[in-house]
Structures are given as structure tokens and as C-alpha cells.
């Protein structure tokens, strides 16, 4: 993990990780590019804070909080992910991942030695549209993650960022499809497109609107506004 992996902390969250107060640790960097994302700052900035930082930020919390979240930019870019769950796991701390699934071999290693214990996992698109809207071809990679989750039958969701322009009812129910066909069957979550001033892209807030009562009712759609 590089000297400062970690570009920002937030200290309390009740909402980023079902049923639990949590802090989130925020990754520099990322290996997307996705036109809608608003976390500029984090996806090109560097990392301000360093491992033992975070850790020692944790200490402070105990007793407060139950679990760490790690979310980014992209926390599985940084090799020592393992090492630094460890660490948060001996302070008694839960860990959900936030991660677009692009390195299987990390989460899978993570999830088999009990280093984490809920994953949120964005299915950025189809696979048709993947290396439009994220600016990565690597959408095998995801999908090793996707089956793997589903056949370990580990505790995780999936989730889109829905931009009207983008992203069209008949590409969601696509998407609803192929995860029906994997045989995922939890809550399939749906958040609505933020449009603010630190956009990655020059995307512009949405002129189409999105029709959710021709959405599939394969799997149960939760929208996160």
C-alpha cells in the first residue's frame, strides 16, 4: 500500500453500511473513469492519509462504532488491502467493501479468510456499454467477482448509478437479467444519477426520462435517491 493510500476519512455514518454505525475510509485512485462519477477529487487526487493514521483513527472510535467501511476511488488497487484488514479486524471492527469488482483474486482472498463481511458491488453496465461508461474494458473481471459472491453465497448487493442518458430502462432490465441468469437473487439497488460540480466527465444533468414501471420484476429494485 503506498506511504498515504487513504485520501479522506469519514468519521460517522449510520446509512454506508446496513444496520451498523460505521466510519468510511476513503481510497485514492481508482481504475475507472465513469462518466457520472462525483468523486473527482478522490479518483485523481492523492492519498493524504497514511495506514497507521487510519488505524489510530480507529482506536479513537472504540466502542463508538461497529465497522469500517472502505470505499474510494477503489480500495483493491492497493496489494496490502489483506494486510490492513487484518489489522482493522483484531481492533473488532466489521469491514464492508465498496469495490466495481475489477480484481476477483483480492476479493476472493478477502472473502476466505473472513476479512470482510458485506461487499457493495457496482454493476456499472452492461456489458455491451462497460468500456463507454467506465472507460475500462475489463468487464470479465467483474463478472469473476459477481460469481464468485453468488456460488460463496456471501452476504453483498449490487448496485447501478443510474443516469438517465446513459442508462435506459431496457439496459437495466438487461442487466436485471444477467444477474437473474448468475442466479443472484438479493435486492438489486438502483441510485439515482447526482449531478454536482465535481463530476469526473462533462456529463449534464439528464433529458430523458427514466420509465421504472417497465422495470423487471425478476429481481426486487430498491431506488437510493
Known sequence: MSLKPIYDITAFTA??????LATIFWFAKC???CQYCYNKDIVLGDGEITQE?????LDSRAGL????????GEATLYDDLLEFCIKIKEKNFKI?????GLNPLLV?????????????LDYKAPKEKFLTITKNKHFDDFAKTLNFLIAKDFPFEVRTTVHNDLLRVEEINRIIDDLYKRGYRGEYYLQSFLFTDTILSKLKEEKITFEREK???KLRVVWRE
Open 15 to 20: 446509512l454506508d453500511y446496513p444496520d451498523h
Open 215 to 217: 422495470l423487471s420484476d
Open 96 to 100: 464492508k467493501l465498496d469495490t466495481n
Open 108 to 120: 476472493q482472498l478477502l472473502v476466505e479468510n473472513n476479512l470482510v463481511d458485506y461487499i457493495a
Open 53 to 57: 493514521q487510519a488505524l489510530e483513527f
Open 31 to 33: 481504475n475507472m473513469r
Open 65 to 72: 462504532l461497529e465497522a469500517v467501511v472502505l470505499s474510494g
